[in-house]
């Protein structure tokens, strides 16, 4: 008796298939690809910072007229200008100092040309400036410790002709210190302020009249014994 088989439904040939397992995206995900997210992203914050630096501005500001030296400046004295960035940082007046400046009542430490940037040492209290005399050394820099010398500096002052040198002053309290850029002057010489008494205000005139001048920083240094000066400026 010839058997025949059972036929497969066509219908369950699909269930009846191996399954194809499906590829998980997580799966291709290495971490090759995630440096390259990583450095992509780094690579835009980069830029976005540079972008704000470069459109970031400050004001600061700059003498709007000849400003004597102890002068209390007011509103009409100064001009604010804008900059970008911020590398003067700390170095001259923004806005917000010169209104405290202004309303402080401080005054010039010394004289500012029209044009000058203001910086913190141009200001100080207004007693401060009253119960002193002081003086200007016109000088040339290579004769002042390199043009180095800085407000708040102990100087000693030395007088020098034909061969013969003498101390004008010593441990002498340096009050501002005013180059040909900062205090407008024509030539390459600038001027180192000093604090005097009534005897070492005439010592240091008969000495800027008559001999040749340095200027020696002494911060710091043992103070030396004032000498008698020469007959000429005795």
Partial sequence: MTQIADRVDPGLEPAMAEAVPRRRFFGSFSLG?????????????????VL????????????????????????????LIEISGDALAGAVLTSDQVNEVITGGRV??????????????????VGYQTQIRS???????????AGSLQQGDLVDIIASADGVSWHVMTSADVLAVADAATGGFASSD?????EVDPVLSLRLACALTNFNMDIVRSTGATPLELPAAPEECG
């Fill in 33 to 49: 690809h995630l440096l390259m997210i990583l450095a992509g992203l780094l690579a835009f914050l980069l830029v976005l910072a």
């Fill in 108 to 125: 010039t430490t010394r004289a500012l040309s029209v044009g000058t940037l203001l910086q913190p040492s141009d200001f100080t209290a």
């Fill in 135 to 145: 003086m200007s050394i016109p000088i040339s820099p290579t004769r002042a410790v």
């Fill in 52 to 79: 704000r630096d470069a459109a970031a501005t400050s004001f600061i500001a700059k003498a709007a007229t000849d400003i004597p030296a102890g002068t209390t400046i007011g509103g009409a004295d100064v001009e």
């Fill in 190 to 194: 600038y001027t180192v302020t000093v």
